[in-house]
């Protein structure tokens, strides 16, 4: 059976390098974030049912997400409506991720999703790590990103649960204030998984 790893943590703490590092160590890693953009992607299956709830975010073949945004921002109840037809679509491809990943015999699979607690995702895991760094460098790399502003920094902490929540609710927690902590984390969470596996 192949361990199903969620990988989570709030903006600017390292999760998108972290999840890189459990890649190279050959686990496969299935990216929310990633799932969404090939659905909305020309040919991806949210297209058209997508641009049938929001027809202006439809462009080229594709849905603009600045088009989708000003239309959810319109009207606030859209959100729901679009969350009915994109959840099962990005369930469905977390499942096929699943899948391949059982048949391949790969021990772990690493899910990388962002609001996974904020969602109740992690009931469906067996286990999940968080990646954490202090406040300061948390603040200090998302302002570094291009348009970010410090209103629009706390506006996306306000929908995120609190950091010492996810670490209290974490199976286990990567530091990522250096990079040589966050791989020895990674190492030796990997190497618990296997030595369970193989117990």
């Not at 299935?30 to 953009?37: G, I, M, P, R």
């Not at 302002?143 to 996306?156: K, V």
């Not at 929540?165 to 990079?179: F, G, L, Y």
Request: hydrophobic share 50%; charged share 20%.
């Amino acid at each position: 059976m192949t361990f199903r790893l969620g990988l989570t943590g709030s903006i600017g703490m390292g999760k998108s390098t972290t999840a890189a590092m459990f890649a190279r160590r050959g686990h496969p890693v299935w990216d929310a974030d990633a799932a969404v953009h090939r659905l909305y992607a020309p040919g991806g299956a949210a297209v058209a049912p997508v641009a049938a709830a929001f027809p202006t975010a439809l462009r080229e073949g594709g849905i603009d997400r600045g088009a989708l945004k000003a239309a959810l921002e319109a009207d606030p109840a859209a959100i729901a409506r679009l969350e009915q037809i994109v959840h099962p679509l990005v369930a469905a491809d977390r499942g096929g991720f699943l899948a391949e990943a059982e048949a391949s015999g790969a021990p772990i699979a690493v899910l990388d999703i962002p609001l996974l607690f904020e969602t109740g995702g992690e009931a469906s895991l067996d286990g999940v790590a968080v990646v954490s760094a202090g406040a300061a460098a948390q603040r200090h790399r998302v302002l570094a990103r291009p348009g970010m502003t410090p209103e629009m920094f706390d506006l996306i902490l306000a929908r995120q649960l609190p950091d010492a929540e996810k670490r209290r609710r974490a199976t286990w927690v990567i530091p990522t204030d250096t990079p040589e902590g966050a791989e020895a984390a990674v190492d030796a969470i990997c190497a618990r998984i296997m030595e369970a596996r193989n117990a």
